[in-house]
Nanobody, 131 residues
């Protein structure tokens, strides 16, 4: 089973865009919610966006609402995170994660100070936004 955070990370200037992809291979894709999380140096991990592929339900953290878009391609078992209007505060290591749960689980990406006890985690990819 693999939830890999592939391609898309890198260095970008303020206002730029990046797209991250996550391949959730080996999973019954429709039985899982897929989320994106990030962690900046010295800070706790925080939720970014989440999608329930079975019904298209999505949840975004307030910090990224209107700038980031999460989507999925069920044929490829892949979830994408389109990031636009990037800010220096978006800098961090981005992780994708999968949890066998209903769409309500996605609400956790809006919570703070919680333990994200999800079933599978990718290795993470660095996103750096320079000013």
């Amino acid at each position: 089973l693999r939830c890999s955070c592939r391609s898309g990370g890198g260095l970008v200037q303020v206002g730029g865009s990046l797209r991250l992809s996550c391949v959730a291979s080996g999973l019954a894709f429709d039985d899982y919610v897929i989320g994106w999380f990030r962690q900046a140096p010295g800070k706790e991990r925080e939720g970014v966006s989440c999608i329930s592929s079975s019904d298209g339900y999505t949840v975004d953290a307030d910090s990224v609402k209107g700038r980031f878009t999460i989507s999925s391609d069920t044929a490829k078992n892949t979830v994408y995170l389109e990031m636009n209007s990037l800010k220096p505060d978006d800098t961090g290591v981005y992780y994708c994660a999968a949890d066998r749960a209903s769409g309500a689980r996605c609400l956790q990406v809006r919570a703070t100070g919680v333990s994200y006890d999800w079933d599978y985690w990718g290795k993470g990819t660095q996103v750096t936004v320079s000013s």
